[in-house]
């Protein structure tokens, strides 16, 4: 039994011994390989895109739990980008936490006048922020229909059946 235990001390001091071994440069290399590979602004952005677009029509139907929720993940969307865009995503934050405020207020309100007129205005801030960043030729413009058609629009419900 003994011996089995050192035997397995052993091993693990040489695992730990390997680890180190290959340096801390080589730990960092791989740490930004991964970085490397991690989805940086325009794959969440498409997200965003559709997200934004179907909190409209969940609105519009009453369905206000799933228009809270869309806006809820349509900011969750963009967490890669804290870590892969730094320099970014504070600019992000800082749209959903401001100017995206009167949006989610409306929502919480079950308010759709308040809703359209608040949605409406921030598409123009969306793109604002895609010229501000060089990407003028990206312009958001509303659909006639939801992003995703497997959804029903039409259930009653309200934001705070958003579970935490
Ligand atoms: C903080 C700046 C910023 C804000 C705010 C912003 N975007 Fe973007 N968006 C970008 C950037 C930058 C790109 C270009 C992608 C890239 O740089 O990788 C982009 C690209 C896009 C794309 C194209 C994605 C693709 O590749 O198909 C869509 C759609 C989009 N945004 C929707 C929106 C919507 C809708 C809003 C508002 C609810 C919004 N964006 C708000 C910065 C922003």
Known sequence: MKIIRILIA?????????IFA???????KQIDDIKGVLPK???PMREVGDR?????????????????????YMFGAMKPASLTKPKEYPGWKAFYDEKFT???KAIEAEDFAAFEKAYTA??????ECHV???????KVVKMSTP????????????ASDVPQ
């Open 10 to 18: 052993a091993g693990i001091l040489l695992a730990g011994t390997s």
């Open 102 to 104: 009167p949006v989610n």
């Open 52 to 72: 934004f677009q179907n909190m409209y029509f969940a609105a519009e139907k009453k369905n206000w739990g799933l228009a809270y929720y869309m806006s809820k």
């Open 41 to 43: 602004i325009a794959i």
């Open 132 to 138: 501000d960043s060089g990407y003028k030729f990206v």
């Open 147 to 158: 992003a995703d058609n497997g959804i029903d629009y039409t259930v009653p419900s309200k």
């Open 22 to 28: 290959s340096g801390a440069e080589d730990v960092q």
């Open 122 to 127: 921030v598409i123009k801030s969306c793109n």
